[in-house]
């Protein structure tokens, strides 16, 4: 299974194994607090500089209600500073943001962060020292009826396996229970919008795997809008309804996973969701010629220099004699699937396959690689000289 399968997968169980505990736990909350709508989130043009440096540029993006929204992007290139406009921890310097169809920041005025009844959760947890877990739960509800807040606290504690922490203080609790705790407690109140800054990048790698299943069927259960960021591709693929891709400042793609990584907008994003294995080359008779085969790309003009570019899953084992030679350099198990090092002869770079282990066919020091059409992308060389990939 590859990633995007994996992490596809990952999503339809997560959706399919909420159980309706917290729709039970929401309905006995009459009285604790408003039970409010998750709320559509909207940026228009939003612009924002430091100092007359830009760091957001003509941002256009919308979460619906009950959406899942992963904001991806290497450091820097401007995810928290969008989730704080949002927040309205500050005010963008140019375009709007909208709740609901209502402006929230923008030439109109500025609703302060307070007002907009958004959910935050941080990758640092921020829990408060010296209040029970219990108590952190509590502390987003002010008013209404006590007895019901606590039940729902509860209740939505034992959803998250926290129940015998109750009574226990943060410092008592491992980051994973936390996290969870920072969670409960920001979803507590049923805000409009959850915002979520890596919330799960403190948390070592099997930890994160479990907060964030737990965290992703807590939001399908609340129905939920969230804002999710991430540096982590795979993280994204696995959580985000929708994925936008940011760089420098900029959304250079949207979409749902599946989709983003199997159209990349360009080799970066291409680059950004997997390693790959690249082949520049020449365009022939509408062909892209590479040492394990030729690409069609019809679309592309003789002459136009390119980037062929295969995941490693797209090199397999060739069959009738088609395919190409290598030498196997290194050979990785990594559980379900095997990565493998390949040197071509004439071919300055080790391609790099990734197979399902008990596919074998690449048994061996000597293997023969052919490409999938496929699951391969062509690229323009210099993006300034044509459109953009062709998936054959
Ligand atoms: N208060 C500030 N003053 C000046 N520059 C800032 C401020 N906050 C952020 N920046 C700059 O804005 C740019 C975007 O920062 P931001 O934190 O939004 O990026 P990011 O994508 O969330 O990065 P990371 O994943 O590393 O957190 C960076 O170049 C950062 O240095």
Redesign the pocket.
């Known amino acids: 299974m590859d990633r995007i399968e994996q992490a596809v997968r990952t999503r339809e169980q997560n959706v399919v194994t909420s159980s309706a505990a917290f729709e039970t736990a929401g309905r006995s909350q009459t009285g604790a607090q408003q039970a409010v709508s998750p709320a559509r989130l909207a940026f228009q043009s939003v612009g924002h500089s430091?100092?007359g440096?830009a760091?957001?540029t003509d941002v256009t993006l919308s979460v619906a209600p009950g959406e899942i929204l992963c904001?991806l992007?290497?450091?820097?290139?401007?995810?928290?500073?969008?989730?704080?406009l949002a927040a309205g921890v500050?005010a963008q310097t140019e375009g709007v943001i909208l709740l609901d169809g209502h402006e929230v920041a923008g030439p109109q005025g500025f609703v302060p962060a307070e007002e907009r009844g958004l959910g935050l959760v941080f990758q640092d947890y921020a829990l408060f020292p010296h209040l029970t877990v219990l108590d952190n739960v509590l502390f987003g509800i002010r008013r209404g009826n006590r007895p019901a807040a606590m039940d729902l606290a509860q209740r939505t504690l034992e959803r998250m396996g926290l129940t015998r922490y109750a009574d226990a203080y943060p410092n008592a609790l491992s980051g994973g229970e936390q996290q969870r705790v920072a969670l409960v407690r920001a979803l507590m109140p049923r805000p409009r919008v959850l915002l979520m800054?890596?919330p799960f990048s403190g948390l070592d790698r099997t930890l994160r795997h479990h907060v964030r299943r737990d965290a992703l069927a807590l939001l399908r259960e609340t129905a939920s809008t969230a804002v999710v960021?991430t540096?982590d591709p795979e993280e994204a693929m696995q959580i985000g309804d929708r994925i936008a891709l940011?760089r420098a400042?900029r959304v250079v793609q949207e979409g749902d996973p599946a989709s983003l990584y199997a159209r990349p907008v360009d080799l970066e994003a291409a680059r950004f969701f997997s390693e790959v294995n690249e082949f520049e080359t020449t365009i022939r008779d509408g062909c892209a010629m590479t040492p394990l085969g030729q690409i069609s790309v019809p679309d592309m003009k003789d002459g136009a220099h390119v980037v062929v570019v295969a995941r490693p899953d797209a090199l397999l084992p060739a069959a009738d004699g088609r395919g190409c030679p290598g030498r196997v350099v290194d050979r990785r198990f990594l559980g379900e699937i095997e990565r493998i090092e390949v040197e071509v002869e004439g071919f300055p770079q080790l391609l790099v396959v990734r197979r399902p282990v008990r596919c074998g066919g690449l048994a061996g020091d000597t293997v023969t690689l052919a490409l999938d059409p496929e699951a391969t992308l062509v690229f323009p060389s210099d993006p300034d000289r044509a459109g953009g990939a062709t998936g054959d």
Request: net charge negative; glycine share 20%; hydrophobic share 30%.
């Open positions: 430091y100092g440096a760091v957001l904001l992007g290497p450091s820097g290139c401007g995810k928290t500073t969008l989730l704080r500050e800054d890596e960021v540096h940011m400042g």
